[in-house]
């Protein structure tokens, strides 16, 4: 009896297509079959869950189609795009070799990009050398102050020292008292 309704059920299957969904076809089909044959009455949870069975069937056909029709519709890019892909990237990394600052850098960058130029052309620019130039300014100017980094390196006045000025207990008082003496007899001849 259970292969009956199996074989029952693929029939149906074979059949029906899968546009329909509803309880209504379902039902349609069923009293279409059952005239020639003798086959048990099915309830309405079978009934409910072959028509879920439907629409998921039709979904799942649905899906594929869809999947086959992006696979077909998905093309390579061309080689125009590649192209300036590559263009960028070069350009970017001309950028970054460049010995300028970051603000600078991006300041070229923009520059190239509104104009629609190459990074060498917006090198070359009248607003860009003007930058550049405004920028080494500023940076010799800095160069110029006097900062707390700029220590001077003086030498020690041993004239007026005294040889238990030293610290002879330490690796540095010896070192010092070391250069005490070479000055000491530089001086005295």
């Known amino acids: 009896m259970d292969e009956d309704k199996k074989e029952n059920l693929d029939s149906q299957n074979e059949t029906e297509g899968t ?38 069937e039709a979904d799942a056909k649905l899906a594929k189609d869809q999947l086959a029709k992006s696979k077909t519709s998905e093309k390579p890019a061309p080689v125009g795009d590649i192209d300036k892909l590559l263009d960028a990237k070069l350009e970017k990394r001309e950028l970054e070799s460049l010995d300028l600052s970051d603000e600078l850098k991006k300041e070229i960058q923009t520059y190239a990009k ?25 940076q010799r100017a800095e160069d110029a102050s006097l900062g707390s980094n700029r220590k001077g390196t003086t030498k020690k006045d041993y004239s007026e020292m005294k040889a ?21 007899r530089k001086k005295l001849g």
């Open 19 to 56: 546009e329909k969904t509803n309880e209504e076809e379902v039902v349609d089909t069923e009293s279409e079959e059952t005239e020639g044959e003798s086959k048990p009455k099915y309830t309405d949870n079978e009934k409910k869950l072959y028509a879920r069975m439907k629409t998921a």
């Open 114 to 138: 509104v104009q629609g130029v190459s990074i060498r052309k917006a090198l070359t620019s009248e607003y860009v050398t003007f930058l550049k130039e405004k920028e080494e300014k500023k």
């Open 164 to 184: 238990t000025d030293f610290d002879m207990t330490t690796p540095e008082g010896r070192k010092e008292f070391d250069a005490y003496r070479a000055d000491m």
